[in-house]
Nanobody, 115 residues
């Protein structure tokens, strides 16, 4: 069974930083692209960043130059480094991958940016 477990969220002031982690089990991690999504109440889940199996990355425009996605295949972990956080980054952040044609999600971690 595939499991994705996020951690690292919390309350941070505007301009601050956080690093989210997602530990993955049940798949051959190094072969799988990984994604970070976020969702706020009443809105659709939004793709924030993605990383391929060979570490090519992509970002939504609103986080470019502020967020960095990375992966550690030895630890089966994907990270999201978030700098210069803004109140509109407040959301639940989810780790995601595709496994045999099915989308797999973690439970999410709350990020709140507020003074």
């Amino acid at each position: 069974q595939v499991h994705l477990v996020e951690s690292g969220g919390g309350l941070v002031q505007p301009g601050g930083s956080l690093r989210l982690s997602c530990v993955v089990s049940g798949i051959n991690f190094r072969l799988h692209p990984m994604n970070w999504y976020r969702q706020t109440p009443g809105k659709q889940r939004e793709l924030v960043a993605g990383i391929t199996s060979d570490s090519n990355t992509n970002y939504v425009d609103s986080v470019k130059d502020r967020f960095t996605i990375s992966r550690d295949n030895a630890r089966a972990t994907v990270y999201l480094r978030m700098n210069s956080l803004r109140p509109d980054d407040t959301a639940v952040y989810y780790c995601n991958t595709d496994y045999r044609g099915n989308q797999v999600w973690g439970r999410g971690t709350q990020v709140t940016v507020s003074s």
